[in-house]
Structures are given as structure tokens and as C-alpha cells.
């Protein structure tokens, strides 16, 4: 959906609370319960991520990350802080108030950082931590969320919902060298990495997509190649 709507959203809150409940009960090494998705435009900067950690190794970009360019992505951080739920006086501080799968994840982080590694400042509820990635990095974490049935957006968007995500920065990089940020992209291209970037994490042939004049916002090439991009990412 292309900007913020309650009449969409509000539905959604009792079943995120739900959903977050189920992993933080879930036992370690089990499989992520499939969710269902509410996108928006926000989630653009954890599409690309994804796309780009999932690729094969070796493989050119295909799909949309061809259409839009990306060669690359560099610079890549992860920016965590205690969820929510941190209890400063009975949470492990590496953990961030994070359980189950979700505790996993996080340690799973520590283990794929660059050579960059990590900042961390401040204690208890005021720890901030920025994580450097290399593709190989990202690409670690991809495997990780593959051993649990699931995909990088799933766990990101988690840490997300949770509180535990402050951001996630990293630059694309173009043909000729040429680097960007996701907030240059228009709010058209924005879109069309929500969409299919959905279509790509639903992973499944039991999936049911709801688009309601999903070509609003693209320029007339982009409406053009709606579907031959779709069939693509499916």
C-alpha cells in the first residue's frame, strides 16, 4: 500500500502481538511460522537487503535488482538497541530483551560482522550497537533464516516490530560505480521493491496476493514491464 492508512493497519496490531508471542515461545533451530504481511513504503530499505543477501553467489542480478541497476550494495550496518520488552535487571545485555528464534538471530549477527565488526555504546536499556556487513556478511545471515524457513526481511522486519532495529543504512551501488542511498529512489520504485519484493519472500505456492491498482505510481515504462517483473521474482 502506498502510504500510511489506520483503516489497513489496525487490523494487523493484535495479530503482530500474536505473531511476536509465537517466536518468542518458539524452541530453538525450529522452523518461523509463516506471517502475513502488511507492507508499506518504510520497508523498501529492508527489501533491498534482502534481495541483494539472498542472490546465489556468483550470479548477476536478475529480476528487479537488474531493472533498477543495483550491481552492488556497500556500507552495510545493522542498528540494534534493547527491544521493548529489555529488563536491564534480568536480560542477558548481548540479547536485547530478544527470546527464542529472535535471541538466536542476534547472536547469529555477532557471528557474521565484517572485519569492521561493531560499535557499541552506552549500558542497560541505552545500548546502541552498529553492525558492519560484507556481502559474504549478509549473505550468512540469508543462511541462517534459510535454516529456519524463513528469509532476511522476515527476521529484520521481527527485530523491527520489536524494537530492537534502529535502522538499516547501506548504499547501492550502480553501473559505472556510481552509489545511492534507498531515499533517492522515487516513492514509484519504492513501490514496485515492496511488491515484488513480497511476491519473492512468500516462498510458497499456497500464497495469496491482494493488489489493488498496483501500477498507480509507476512511470509508463514500469507499468509496461509490471508483469514480466512479477513472473521473474516467481
Not at 535488482?65 to 550496518?77: F, N
Not at 514496485?192 to 512468500?202: C, E, H, I, P
Request: net charge negative; glycine share 8%; with cysteine.
Amino acid at each position: 500500500y502506498s502510504g500510511s492508512c489506520n483503516r489497513f493497519q489496525s487490523p494487523f496490531l493484535y495479530y503482530r502481538q500474536s505473531y511476536t508471542q509465537q517466536l518468542r515461545q518458539a524452541k530453538p533451530g525450529t522452523a518461523i511460522p509463516r506471517r502475513l504481511l502488511y507492507g508499506d513504503l518504510s520497508f523498501a530499505d529492508l527489501v533491498l537487503l534482502t534481495l541483494w543477501a539472498h542472490k546465489p553467489v556468483g550470479q548477476e542480478p536478475k529480476g528487479l535488482l537488474r531493472a533498477l541497476g543495483v550491481c552492488g550494495i556497500t556500507d552495510a550496518r545493522i542498528q540494534l538497541q534493547p527491544s521493548s520488552r529489555f529488563n536491564p535487571e534480568d536480560d542477558e545485555p548481548r540479547a536485547l530483551g530478544l527470546k527464542g528464534v529472535m535471541k538466536e538471530f542476534v547472536a547469529e549477527i555477532d557471528l557474521a560482522l565484517s572485519e569492521d565488526g561493531t560499535r557499541s555504546s552506552g549500558e542497560g536499556k541505552d545500548i546502541r550497537k552498529d553492525c558492519a556487513f560484507s556481502t559474504e556478511g549478509l549473505q550468512k545471515l540469508a543462511a541462517f533464516a534459510a535454516r529456519h524457513e524463513t528469509n532476511l526481511f522476515n527476521l529484520l522486519l521481527q527485530l523491527r516490530e520489536e524494537g530492537a532495529l534502529r535502522g538499516v543504512i547501506f548504499s547501492l551501488v550502480l553501473g559505472g560505480g556510481k552509489t545511492i542511498t534507498v531515499d533517492a529512489l522515487s516513492e514509484g520504485e519504492k513501490q514496485l521493491l515492496l511488491v515484488m519484493g513480497m511476491l519473492r519472500f512468500a516462498e510458497h505456492s499456497e500464497a495469496l496476493f491482494l493488489l489493488d491498482e498496483p501500477d498507480t505510481h509507476l512511470n509508463p515504462l514500469w507499468s509496461l514491464q509490471y508483469l514480466k517483473l512479477a513472473e521473474e521474482e516467481l
